[in-house]
């Protein structure tokens, strides 16, 4: 009784039949391709809107808002966030936060005349530095306080008309900002916004005494919740409280949620698809070999070990493409892709961002339909007669 | 027997083999109709839209209000016969926050002038121009929520805080696509009304009706060369073009889709070439049969194409049939109670499904053109020498 046929035998008639392998190994690694690029792009926006929010900062809303865009209070609220407990102090001893006013702006897209992008504008106070240390300048200036300079999250360079260092553009009629400085905010989604004065965005846009947030810096993530308790104690006022890194993530989830669905679906369309294109390959890799196999088993090995043998043949050839797919899909790493988020009505540009579990996801899928499509051509192997196959 | 009932038989042959391709074939026409309907479905707006209307916005920011005096203004441009005005309220159902839906403050007279596609009976209609908290709901918008007419329903404000209550007056459905079916419209006055005085008297957007079509263009240039000098200044599109343009900020998915189903068709063909390759190399025998009878090449390498289409056909029709339960039925149902605001429309457009069919028998000639070439030029005597 012979258990095992050795794996050479398997990988020699793979290469044996070229054309047919590489035609359906080509059709898995396009799946894993497909699978294994959906998921780096939710990745990528998961990380882009994760990491524009700290957890030791938190953000007040007027309550009922859904985003930044749709919330404002009056700014007299302001001081009585600052003043709650928990709040960072700098070293002069004054609250690290400030109100800031959002809005989004219509800018032509660049190289695509009459072609309409929004971009958020974000008006900061003076000390939004210290309350975002990952945010840092890397090329002009900064802007001076109380003017109408404004410097570019990094990712909105180039990619607007009339948009860029040096230049100036209207954030209102007659009133032209000038661009001094890019920014870099490690990979958040501030980086495809445009930062102003706080007066300057206010003023332009008739919102003068209105914020549409506030965001502190905490001593530490544990004092959120008595911060919280505090801003929305007073029902009048109407506030509401999240951890920064909790708004970002409740306002990218159904972005991310509807790449991820689309991806899904197309995936498993395309796993039957190269599942069923695995299966004949396998089963013509079987049937050209019927006198072959019925050797083997005349030679005493088992109808287990040509299963076996046949499946080994099978999840080869599957995991090869899904490994050439997997491969490729990382090239997609180097591609950026902006859309808009659709809680803030924002463009904001996205990469694909790889890792490790999502690779594995996508490698298993490809040794999964590797099992799946071979599983029936093996069991007809497996139940060839010795003595039929060797008379054909 | 000719060439063509030959071919048809040879499909036959390995009947397992037949069976899977078909399959794979209808899977991945299927996958292309679903994935192409996606497409249609989310640009039919921008298609459908009505030609001789102009919409007017902010010109920085949509965020920020126009004047509604701007109204009296527009009217008077010659060849505009309606004007009405909106703004976004953006409620949301107090229990289910996340399903997303369009809920508008309008001026109820001019937005029935204006959107003459709406259908709803005249009872209803009166009611809802008469209740100042009247609410008309669009028909799979009223099936989504299981609201019917007569109800008072409670929706929470995102941008004007607090409790706003309607009575569901008026259940819509429209005659033509260039409105979705999942909208809410209220009175204006009423926002107007209950909002504090720094936020009154302002419209999200102007939408103009004007006489012919095609000046749609130009009254858009109009419109916005009137509110030049004011402090608010506008930007006019007609209605195709902003629908186009709000699509445009999703052109990345679009293009990922578009080149999705173009990646689907390469598998098909794959796994077609694949099929009749392998055909081709265990008749090898059989070919030099018929070259030795006096067939010729071009009748072998006919004889493959066939085939080849025979089986891309067949699949093609079996993933049509799977499409429309599955599309219609499933998803389209399901895409249009749910998620009615962004697939308004969603079955088999017939172009779509002509197509898909066309292009399975195409790429199954296609996918057949190397091994239809490499069985015409068979040798005779040594594929007749040639076991197996």
Redesign the interface.
């Known amino acids: 009784m012979l258990l095992m046929i050795p794996l050479s035998y398997n990988l020699r008639s793979l290469v044996a039949r070229k054309g047919t392998t590489l035609a359906s190994a080509f059709g898995i690694a396009l799946v894993v391709f497909v699978l294994s690029s959906s998921l780096m792009l939710s990745g990528g926006i998961k990380k882009t809107m994760g990491s524009s929010g700290r957890s030791e900062n938190a953000i007040v809303l007027r309550k009922g808002a859904d985003s930044e865009l749709s919330s404002t209070f009056e700014t007299r609220l302001i001081n009585l966030i600052l003043a709650a407990p928990g709040v960072k102090k700098d070293e002069t001893g004054a609250p690290l936060g400030g109100g800031e006013a959002v809005i989004v702006i219509a800018v032509e897209k660049a190289g695509t005349p009459g072609k309409i992008a929004n971009v958020q504008v974000r008006g900061v106070s003076d000390n939004v530095l210290k309350m975002r240390p990952e945010v840092k300048l890397i090329e002009g200036r900064l802007p001076q306080a109380g003017t109408d300079e404004v410097m570019l999250g990094k990712s909105v360079r180039g990619r607007y008309t009339g948009v860029d260092l040096n230049l100036s553009f209207e954030l209102k009629k007659n009133r032209k900002v000038q661009v001094v400085g890019i920014f870099d905010a490690g990979g958040s989604s501030f980086e495809s916004e445009i930062w102003a004065g706080v007066d300057t965005v206010k003023s332009s846009f008739g919102r003068e005494g209105l914020v549409s947030s506030v965001t502190v810096q905490l001593e530490s993530g544990s004092k959120y919740d008595a911060f919280k308790a505090t801003v929305e104690s007073d029902k009048q006022l109407g506030l509401q409280s999240f951890r920064e890194s909790e708004y970002y993530s409740k306002i990218s989830s159904g972005t991310a949620t509807f790449v991820s669905a689309i991806g899904i679906v197309i995936t498993v369309f395309f796993s039957i698809g190269a599942m069923i294109g695995a299966a004949i390959t396998m089963y013509a890799a079987v049937a050209q070999r019927r006198r072959e196999i019925g050797t083997l088993q005349a030679l005493g090995f088992t109808r287990r070990a040509v299963l076996g043998s046949m499946l080994v043949e099978s999840i080869v050839l599957a995991t090869v493409g899904g490994l050439v797919g997997a491969v490729a899909s990382l090239f997609m790493g180097f591609v950026k892709i902006s859309m808009m988020n659709f809680a803030t009505w924002q463009e904001v540009s996205f990469s694909f961002t790889p890792d490790p579990a999502q690779i594995l996801i996508s490698l298993a899928l490809g040794g999964v339909m590797g099992v799946l499509g071979g599983f029936f051509p093996a069991l007809s192997a497996s139940r060839t007669n010795p003595v039929i196959a060797m008379r054909a | 027997m000719n060439l063509a009932s030959l071919a048809a038989r040879n499909v036959l042959r390995n009947k397992?083999?037949t069976v899977?391709?078909v399959?794979?074939v209808a899977?991945?026409i299927?996958?292309f109709v679903?994935?192409r309907t996606?497409i249609w479905s989310w640009t039919v707006s921008a298609e459908y839209a009505a030609k001789d209307r102009v919409a007017t916005r902010h010109?920085?920011?949509?965020?920020?209000p126009l004047p509604v005096r701007y109204k009296t203004q527009i009217e008077q441009i010659p060849g505009v016969t309606h004007v009405t005005w909106a703004s976004w309220f953006?409620a949301?159902h107090p229990t289910r926050e996340?399903d997303?839906f369009q809920s508008i403050a309008v001026d109820p007279p001019s937005f029935m002038a204006v959107y003459d596609e709406i259908i709803l009976p005249a009872a209803q209609r009166e009611k809802w121009l008469s209740n100042r908290q009247g609410a008309l709901v669009g028909e799979s918008l009223a099936k989504q929520f299981g609201w019917k007419v007569g109800d008072r329903v409670t929706l929470?404000?995102?941008?004007y805080?607090?409790d706003w209550q309607f009575d569901v007056d008026a259940i819509y459905t429209v005659k033509r696509s260039s409105l979705d079916k999942a909208s809410l419209m209220f009175h204006w006055d009423y926002l107007n009304d209950s909002i504090d005085a720094r936020r009154k008297d302002e419209a999200g957007w102007f939408i103009s009706r004007v006489k012919n079509a095609g000046d749609a263009a130009n009254t858009a240039k109009r419109i916005d060369t009137l509110f030049d000098d004011q402090?608010a200044?506008t930007?006019s599109m007609d209605e195709h073009a902003m629908n186009a343009?709000f699509l445009?900020?999703?052109?990345?998915?679009l293009t990922?889709?578009d080149l999705?189903s173009i990646?689907?068709l390469?598998?098909?063909m794959?796994?077609l070439?694949?099929?009749i390759?392998?055909g081709v190399r265990e008749r090898t025998n059989e070919y030099g049969m018929l070259r030795a009878l006096g067939f010729l090449p071009k009748h072998i390498a006919s004889f493959v194409l066939l085939e080849a289409m025979v089986v891309g056909l067949c699949g093609g029709g079996v993933g049509l049939l799977l499409a429309y339960p599955v599309v219609e039925q499933g998803l389209g149902r399901f895409l249009e109670e749910n998620m009615g605001a962004m697939f308004p429309y969603f079955h088999v457009d017939a172009p779509i499904a002509g197509l898909a069919l066309v292009l399975s028998v195409a790429l199954g000639l296609v996918a057949a053109i190397v091994p239809a070439y490499q069985a015409s030029k068979l040798n005779v005597v040594d594929s007749l020498r040639r076991v197996?």
């Open positions: 397992l083999r899977l391709t399959l794979g899977v991945a299927l996958a679903l994935l996606v010109k920085i920011t949509f965020i920020s953006g949301k996340s997303f929470a404000g995102t941008i805080p607090g402090d200044q930007l343009s445009g900020m999703f052109s990345a998915v990922a889709i999705v990646v689907i390469v598998i098909m794959l796994i070439g694949n099929t390759a392998m197996g």
